[in-house]
Nanobody, 120 residues
């Protein structure tokens, strides 16, 4: 059974940085796509960044500010978030799937989420 546990959220001022981490367990994920998604109050869940074995995707809203990385030996995926803006405020979720996709509906395995709040 796949388990995902996110950590690293918090309350920061605009312009600050945060790093989110997700620990995955239940199988070997080196060939899996691992992604970060977020959901703001009253909005639908959206993709932030996805990393596969050969490619990486970033939403336009975070390009140049966020960096996704993975450590296959530790089964972890991280999201380095720089120059945070109030509009980045959301619950951030980690998700994995066998094949690369940026569509929320394609992911069945989710973590519990971690809150990121950016104050102006």
């Amino acid at each position: 059974q796949v388990q995902l546990v996110e950590s690293g959220g918090g309350l920061v001022q605009a312009g600050a940085s945060l790093t989110l981490s997700c620990a995955a367990s239940g199988r070997t994920f080196s060939a899996y796509a691992m992604g970060w998604f977020r959901q703001a109050p009253g909005k639908e869940r959206e993709v932030v960044a996805v990393i596969g074995s050969t490619r990486t995707y970033y939403a336009d809203s975070v390009k140049g500010r966020f960096t996704i990385s993975r450590d296959n030996a530790k089964n972890t995926v991280s999201l380095q978030m720089n120059s945070l803006k109030p509009e980045d405020t959301a619950v951030y979720y980690c998700a994995v799937r066998r094949f690369f996709s940026t569509a929320v509906v394609d992911y069945a395995n989710w973590g519990q989420g971690t809150q990121v709040t950016v104050a102006s």
